[in-house]
């Protein structure tokens, strides 16, 4: 059975590549109908938060993918931990190292003189004699001492590590507290988990947990060790490039089945393919075939992914998405008018809803420019004749007004711009915006009147 993890250590936000890497475990889980499981790594009592805990567990439901059984806390498992160290000294495959702060940097000053590399040089690991008084000692792990540690990456192919890259490391500290390598490896193997699938950040950590699977007899999991995601220049990504945190884009109005199709190809390609359902994503994803190089980052291709998403998407449920952005109209009868009006020029929520709004809302004032430019000439005079048509017709579909437009640019000989911009200054308050004849249909003839009125007064009074 396929199983598969997420293992953030709650520090703060979910990041935007944790969130990638979880996608690619979530998605060959879903393919194989294997296990998605959670594990919060909350050793580092100092550092860790349940407000981060709760942080990644909203970023989680927001984007729709849920984990199976309960989630695993590592703080609640120290009982197990020591279990396993004692298990490890008992076997002679551990030992107390009694050397104390001061030699150990004695230590390493010596090395680096020599230009060696930092490494404990396994001064305990056959200890015998009788241990230094007054240093409580550190569990070291015996690791192999010739030879090479090998892995498959599924990702970056055969990994090899001279054994000399990997010292007796400390597997529990004084006073017992165990090590993340350690507790990783455990849990990795005691939670089933058939394929490990993390940022390529954690791959000098690998040699080590596989020297614990070992020593402790677990079978290894597939490790998959995915690039980092850099931004459009290459270098690592940062904040100034963009939102890291996941919950951020839900404030920017983008939707999450636009972030996890714009994640999935941060890595993986399936031919040119750029639109991905979550059911397709589902199907072709493989993690064999994540690419061994870093993605780029590029915001564009986000929106314009998060476009297409908002554009296609059911009326019911984007009327339900915008309450949070400040527009309810879900029981509005101009619901589908009003959507079919603005979505296509909305590319995020935010842009949606402040686009709706620019039409729900009568313009308290014009914008100076556009205003002097539209009401000039015979503007006034354009408009009157034009509230007059309207009042007489019983227009309510955009095809309606549109007629109306058509019929005062014959009455009046003139060209469209003529009535168009004037028209668009008095609804609005602006040059931007939907088509004329879509926000006549929502505002109703009444309302476009009285727009249009006032608009007429305020021309008379100012220009
Ligand atoms: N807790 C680690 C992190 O947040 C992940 C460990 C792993 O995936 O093995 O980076």
Redesign the pocket.
């Known amino acids: 059975m396929t199983t598969t993890?997420?293992?953030?250590?709650p520090?703060g936000y979910l990041h935007i590549g944790?969130l990638r890497?979880s996608l690619f475990s979530w998605l060959w889980a879903k393919k194989n109908q294997g296990q998605f499981l959670l594990r919060i790594?909350d050793t580092d009592l100092a550092r860790n938060s349940e407000e981060a805990v709760t942080a990644i567990l909203n970023a989680f439901d927001w984007v729709g993918m849920a984990y199976d059984g309960e989630a695993v806390f590592q703080s609640k498992r120290f009982d197990l931990y020591a279990k396993y160290v004692e298990q490890l000294l008992d076997e002679g495959k551990a030992y107390k190292c009694y050397m104390s702060k001061e030699e150990l940097s004695a230590l390493r000053e010596e090395q680096m003189a020599k230009g060696e590399r930092t490494r404990y040089d396994g001064r305990y690991r056959d200890f015998t004699g009788t241990p230094p008084e007054n240093v409580e000692p550190v569990i070291r792990i015996k690791a192999p001492i010739e030879g090479n540690i090998i892995f498959n990456d599924g990702v970056k192919g055969e990994v090899c590590i001279a054994t000399t890259e990997v010292d007796d490391f400390v597997i529990a500290r004084a006073g017992g507290v165990p090590t993340?390598n350690f507790v990783?490896a455990i849990d990795?193997a005691l939670m089933g988990l058939s394929d490990?699938?993390?940022?390529d950040?954690?791959l000098y950590?690998t040699p080590k947990?596989i020297v614990v699977y070992q020593a402790l007899g677990f079978k290894l999991p597939n490790f998959y060790h995915v690039a980092m995601i850099n931004n459009e220049q290459g270098k690592k990504l940062s904040k100034r490039d963009g939102a890291t945190d996941v919950m951020e884009y839900k404030t920017l109005g983008y939707l999450p089945e636009a972030l996890l199709n714009f994640l999935v190809r941060l890595g993986w390609s399936h031919g040119d393919q750029e639109i991905f359902s979550i059911d397709e994503m589902i199907e072709l994803f493989n993690p064999n075939k994540i690419n061994k190089s870093s993605s780029n980052y590029n915001l564009d291709k986000l929106l314009w992914l998060n476009a297409h998403y908002i554009k296609n998407k059911p009326h019911d449920e984007l009327a339900e998405l915008l309450v949070e952005y400040g527009v309810d109209i879900r029981k509005d009868d101009r619901r589908d008018l009003i959507l079919n009006a603005t979505k296509e020029r909305g590319k995020t929520l935010v842009e949606l809803a402040d686009q709706i709004n620019l039409i729900l809302n009568a313009p308290t004032e014009y914008n100076e420019k556009n205003a002097k430019k539209a009401f000039k000439g015979e503007a006034a005079e354009i408009l009157a004749e034009f509230t007059k048509l309207l009042k007489e017709s019983e227009a309510r579909t955009p095809a309606e007004y549109h007629a109306i437009i058509e019929q005062i640019v014959e009455l009046k000989e003139i060209g469209f711009g003529k009535i168009g911009q004037p028209l668009r200054v008095s609804l609005l308050g602006a040059m931007t915006g939907s088509g004329l004849d879509e926000i006549m249909a929502i505002l109703g003839i009444d309302e476009t009147v009285s727009r249009i009125e006032k608009a007429i007064e305020y021309q008379n009074k100012t220009i």
Request: aromatic residues 10%; negative net charge; hydrophobic residues 25%.
């Open positions: 993890r997420f293992a953030p250590s520090t944790g890497t790594e993340y990783v990795d490990v699938i993390r940022g950040d954690h950590n947990q």
